[in-house]
């Protein structure tokens, strides 16, 4: 069973910063974080492989890094530049067998303009 542990969220002005942690029950290939925005679908935010190749969205290219320790299970990402449109639920996900299996409760960041 996969159980992830998202915290670090908070709110901030734009143009603040906010690091987001989670820490997973087992060691997984790919990692990853999606974030749901009230009345929108979840949305992929980026992901990173095992050995460290990380894939972004568009919307936050050169604003987010994501980053895994694999000796303990955890992975984060490093939000800068923070926008109103980044105000979100942000969901940690590990994949397993080409699924996604998300956080349970998921950390709110909120961004006021």
């Known amino acids: 069973q996969v159980q992830l542990v998202e915290s670090g969220g908070g709110s901030v002005r734009a143009g603040g910063s906010l690091r987001l942690s989670c820490v997973a029950s087992g060691h997984f290939y790919y990692m990853g974080w999606f974030r749901q925005a009230p009345g929108s679908e979840r949305e992929f935010v980026a992901s990173q492989d095992e050995s460290g190749t990380s894939t972004y969205a568009d919307s936050v290219k050169g604003r987010f890094t994501i980053s895994r320790v694999n000796a303990n299970m955890t992975v984060y990402l490093q939000m800068n530049s923070l926008k109103f449109e980044d105000t979100a639920m942000y969901y940690c996900?590990?994949?397993?067998?080409?699924?996604?299996?998300?956080g349970g409760r998921g950390t709110q960041v909120t961004v006021s303009s």
């Open positions: 996900a590990a994949e397993v067998a080409r699924v996604w299996h998300y």
